[in-house]
């Protein structure tokens, strides 16, 4: 349903809670109360302990519930900052995240050698498993899986990718959920249809706790009148 539709349901919702046609609530206020609700139900949708920039698990309900919002970024070598190459670990290349990133969901990796391409999973590692393991053959990037990394300050955060020695990289693919906008009469909803009875049912639960003395007040008014009448 569109933000205007939204708005109407939950003042006909709340009027049919409280059985009074006189309750007023402003739109503006009602803005507030869905994109509270919103960000609620987006957060409900996502893994729970799990970092910004860390990969989800995303089940297909999830990915369809958050499709409007589940963007792709692809990466080819020269957008690196820096690009180094160690005997040891492979190839590192640093890129930045896009601007309207908020959480990572996955990344693969298209890459080369001798004439072969490949693509492989990325596995998000800490800086201190890096420096571990980057002389471990074992566990060390391969032709199956490479390293991500996360880092970064003063409001810039970078993904460094860490290939296998002997690979050319070709691309990189960020995939991604973008910052969840806020509702207003200009711009709708972009989860799914299916979730927008409950941001409206949420948005009416915030809005009655805000103002349940003020609410419980006017009920008892109507109510007093009533069997004066």
């Known amino acids: 349903m569109t933000t205007k539709e939204m708005v109407y349901n939950c003042d006909g919702r709340l009027k049919t809670i409280t059985k009074s046609e006189d309750i007023f609530i402003p739109t503006t ?11 609620m139900v987006f957060r409900d949708n996502l893994p729970f302990n799990q ?19 589940i963007k792709d970024k692809q990466y080819i070598p020269a957008d690196s900052r820096t690009t180094t190459t160690s005997k040891f670990s492979g190839v590192n290349y640093i890129f ?5 990133l908020k959480y990572v969901d996955v990344g693969e990796v298209n890459m ?4 072969r391409t490949v693509y492989c999973r990325v596995k998000d590692i800490e800086p201190r498993y890096y420096h571990q393991n980057r002389k471990n053959p074992f566990k060390k990037p391969n032709a199956e ?4 990394m996360d880092y970064g300050s003063n409001g810039k955060r970078y993904n460094e990718i860490v ?5 050319t990289l070709n691309n990189f693919t960020l995939r991604y959920i973008i910052n969840l906008p806020c509702l207003d009469y200009e711009s ?15 948005a009416v639960d915030i809005c009655m706790k805000a103002h349940q003395n003020n609410l419980y007040l006017k009920q008892v008014a109507m109510q007093q009148n009533n069997e004066r009448e």
């Open 29 to 39: 206020e009602w803005l507030q109360y869905l994109n509270e609700a919103q960000e």
């Open 145 to 148: 899986i490479v390293w991500r």
């Open 112 to 115: 080369v050698k001798n004439g």
């Open 163 to 167: 290939i296998p020695e002997g690979f």
């Open 51 to 69: 970092e910004n920039f860390t990969q989800f698990d995303l089940s297909t309900t999830t990915r369809n519930n958050l499709a409007a919002l």
């Open 96 to 100: 930045e995240y896009p601007i309207d």
């Open 188 to 202: 709708d909803s972009l989860l799914a249809s299916s979730l927008h009875i409950d941001i409206v049912n949420r």
